[in-house]
């Protein structure tokens, strides 16, 4: 069986990564803007623990990044990204996968946000931008709990005020936008299975990186305040983030992360 998943690359002013979610079983596999053939050999009568090794296809004017030693092609930096995927025999497709991650009893990666609510001056209208916190706080039903009809989704929090006023650093962590995929949300499992590696101390063996997610309007139990609603081609909000954040941390190298509808968001942006 072969499949074929292509992107292309793009990248204007923030570094792009267009994921594509395939599954998530112990880790997931997450695909670069590069184009690529996922090569799967037919599976006998029982299913074994067939790996995918992805062939990347780079393109022939690829992005140069500008590292601290000397330039990097994209391609040499994404090659390395591609590891091999190998998915619970009895998760043998893309739909019992989704189907799994919405049922499982246990959910390994727990991140904790603080909402900010930005405007943008396109039309005027608020969006619901995530900020990524280290420490947990305690969840209070009637306010943050949307399975028990709060104003917001599960271990978020509205951002306090004095902590809006302390804002903005000189600071050089690296911080990732990201984006959902259609209708989701910050508190989407494939997406903090993600940010949780990335966002969780170094000495803890993560990353390091800070992290915000933006929110399509009315998306995470976020309210829609004009007539503007989210769709791909609509790139006001993300790139007002981007200005904001250019604001708040000048010396913070900002990176993009897309899933699905928020990748379209990214390849717009960037084309």
């Known amino acids: 069986m072969e499949r074929k998943i292509e992107g292309r690359n793009h990248g204007l002013g923030i570094f792009v990564f267009l994921v594509c979610a395939c599954g998530e079983y112990g880790r997931q596999y997450h695909s670069p803007p590069n184009h690529y053939h996922l090569s799967i050999p037919p599976p006998p009568i029982i299913m074994p623990f067939w790996p995918a090794y992805p062939t990347p296809h780079h393109s022939n004017t690829p ?3 500008e590292t601290k030693a000397k330039p990097l092609p994209f391609p040499d930096f994404a090659t390395s990204l591609l590891t091999p995927f190998r998915a619970n025999p009895l998760l043998f497709n893309g739909h019992l996968q989704t189907c799994w991650t919405a049922v499982k009893w246990n959910d390994p990666h727990t991140i904790y946000y603080a909402r900010q609510r930005l405007r943008s001056p396109a039309d005027g209208g608020h969006f619901a931008v995530d900020f990524a916190v280290l420490e947990p706080f305690p969840s ?6 949307a399975a028990m009809g709060g104003k917001l989704p ?5 951002m306090m005020e004095e902590e809006v006023a302390k804002l903005g650093s000189d600071d050089d962590t690296p911080m990732v936008i990201a984006l959902h995929g259609l209708s989701g949300g910050s508190y989407e499992l494939y997406l903090r299975s993600v940010l949780a590696p990335l966002t969780r101390k170094v000495e803890e063996g ?7 997610v933006v929110n399509a309007r009315g998306c995470a139990l976020s309210t829609v305040t004009t007539g503007q609603l989210f769709n791909a081609r609509f790139t006001a909000d993300l ?6 954040l250019q604001e708040v941390y000048p010396r913070r190298p900002l990176y993009a992360l897309g899933f ?4 379209n968001i990214l390849t717009n942006v960037s084309s």
Do not use: H, M, N
């Open 63 to 65: 992005i140069i990044l």
């Open 140 to 145: 209070a039903p009637a306010s943050t709990e």
């Open 154 to 158: 599960p271990r978020t929090r509205d």
């Open 206 to 212: 993560g990353s390091g990186f800070a992290a915000c």
């Open 239 to 244: 790139r007002q983030t981007v200005k904001y």
């Open 260 to 263: 699905s509808f928020g990748a």
